[in-house]
């Protein structure tokens, strides 16, 4: 069978005819995946482990289940936009899909998640497309907004397979995420999705299957674990899952705690023997703030810059409005008027606090139910910010940003976030750029490491212990069905407290600013 000249090429493998039905030949090797491919090509260390030692492999944890629960809502909207398509359903049952897989084919409509192993090489596309001429587009979803290195190696195997177990692939494509979509009415697949040809990317990525497969299979089967020095890898494309073992010997106190080091430089000093940050010599950091961290940590004291300081706090104009928002940033949007991966706020608290001698005040909102929490909150933040006095945030481009957008889309509020957009003022300024630095903080200057630091207290134990869980929790109890009330009710008072100590944290972490002046 010829390929046209815009198809994507590859050599044959066995494949056998009888009649009219195509049978694979299969081997007993193991499948070897794209996920594998993926693998091998990040760190062969993390492909052998994968394969011979799932035992050390963490479960996967929240934040990683959530990707990919997102992800497959994601898939199945993309779906949608093929009429007629059928859904090739199992996971483990290799057999019986590829068999599914092949009663299909002649069908020709477009399938979700067909099966195909030639040899050792299984894939299962997204979504395949028939064309008239006969031959088939890949399509492969995504939940990014662009195209990545590792979704065209992703795509560049698929084609791989598919071309070996007797397709025509002509076109290989990337579904992704449109953030310039604004949701009106029920979500739109077609607006939502922007569909990306990338087989001029994918064909040269085709060439070198068939090479890095073997070589990759070899370390797969080897007896001894490969051995692979810690390096960008470790969370390029991904984070691996295996840090915790690969990173053992890297004690708390690395090179990594000087603040958005290059990843080669500090990797290099790392290569050079020099694990602990103070093991670096003096003279061969630039950054200032790397060389305030180092010279605290190797005399154990605190930096102070006393000026810097008492400018912060002479420029705090009481009474202080001490806020924080929590937020969902879905792929899919929940609400009209709403973008995908756009920061909603579903909740606040605020502190209000008249005087340093003064005992604060706190308010606090938490949208309950599926409507919009954007007009309710607005509305109570307007009514508790009086005329006057410092609004203060931790990282304060968060807290204005989603005002901004809020206000974009409920401008009975424009004027008065005008009004006080220039009130804010930034708590992180002081820590930032190590002004204040204590080595507790271990080169961190996230309110996460500031406040045990400076305060002595912390956030364990906690319900909810960071934004990333608040949110997925906030969804996971407002959108999904069958939640009882208890355990919403347990969810939503975790949210109250955890938001609550963000802005109680800024009030003690202001006082021991104060206490230095």
Request: proline share 6%; glycine share 6%; charged share 25%.
């Amino acid at each position: 069978m010829r390929c046209r000249d815009d198809s994507l090429q590859y050599p044959r493998i066995g494949i056998e005819f009888t009649g009219m039905r195509r049978e694979l030949i299969v081997t007993n090797n193991p499948v070897f995946s794209k996920s594998r491919y993926l693998e091998g090509l990040q760190c062969p260390k993390l492909l052998w482990m994968r394969c011979n030692a799932k035992e050390e492999f963490p479960q996967t944890d929240d934040s990683t289940q959530a990707i990919f629960d997102q992800g497959n809502q994601v898939t199945a909207l993309a779906r949608t936009l093929f009429q007629g398509g059928i859904e090739i359903e199992g996971i483990t049952d290799y057999d019986s899909i590829i068999r599914r897989t092949q009663d299909l084919l002649p069908e020709r409509v477009p399938l979700f998640e067909p099966a195909f192993r030639v040899k050792n090489l299984f894939a299962r596309p997204d979504i395949l497309s028939p064309n008239k001429d006969g031959s088939w587009d890949i399509f492969e979803v995504k939940s990014s907004t662009k195209v990545k290195d590792v979704n065209l190696n992703d795509v560049a195997f698929q084609a791989c397979c598919y071309e070996k177990a007797g397709l025509r692939i002509r076109r290989a494509h990337l579904v992704l995420i449109n953030t310039d979509y604004v949701r009106s009415g029920k979500v739109n697949a077609k607006g939502l999705f922007k569909i990306k040809d990338v087989t001029k990317l994918v064909r040269p990525l085709c060439k070198q299957v068939e090479s890095n497969v073997e070589r990759m299979i070899k370390i797969r089967d080897q007896r001894v674990r490969p051995e692979v020095k810690i390096g960008p890898q470790c969370s390029n494309p991904y984070d691996c899952p295996l840090q915790e073992l690969c990173w053992k010997h890297i004690p708390e106190d690395s090179v990594f705690m000087y603040n958005r080091i290059n990843a080669d430089k500090a990797f290099g000093f790392i290569n050079e023997g020099f694990l602990k940050a103070t093991d670096v010599p003096a003279e061969r950091l630039t950054a200032a703030t790397h060389q305030i961290v180092r010279a605290c940590h190797a005399k154990k004291m605190t930096n102070v810059d006393l000026k810097v300081i008492k400018g912060f706090i002479q420029g705090l104009k009481f009474p202080l409005y001490l806020v924080d928002f929590e937020t969902l940033n879905p792929a899919i949007p929940l609400y009209e008027n709403s973008s995908p991966y756009q920061q909603i706020p579903f909740q606040f608290s605020l502190h209000i606090w008249e005087g340093w001698s003064k005992k604060p005040t706190h308010h606090a909102f938490l949208s309950e139910g599926r409507d919009d929490p954007r007009p309710g909150l607005l509305k109570k933040l307007q009514s508790l910010i009086g005329p006057k006095g410092s609004i203060v945030a931790f990282n304060m481009s968060f807290e204005i940003g989603c005002l901004k957008d809020s206000v974009e889309v409920f401008p009975e509020y424009k004027n008065w976030f005008q009004e006080i957009e220039g009130r804010f003022i930034d708590l992180m300024v002081p820590f930032r750029r190590f002004d204040y630095y204590d080595p507790k903080q271990m080169g961190s200057y996230s309110i996460k490491a500031v406040y045990p630091a400076l305060v002595g207290r912390s956030y364990d134990n906690m319900t909810i212990s960071d934004g990333g869980q608040a949110s997925r929790e906030y969804g996971r109890v407002t959108f999904t069905d069958g939640i009882s009330e208890k355990e919403k009710q347990k969810i939503y008072d975790g949210l109250l407290e955890y938001c609550k100590l963000d802005t109680q944290a800024m009030v003690d972490i202001s006082k021991v600013l104060k206490s230095k002046t």
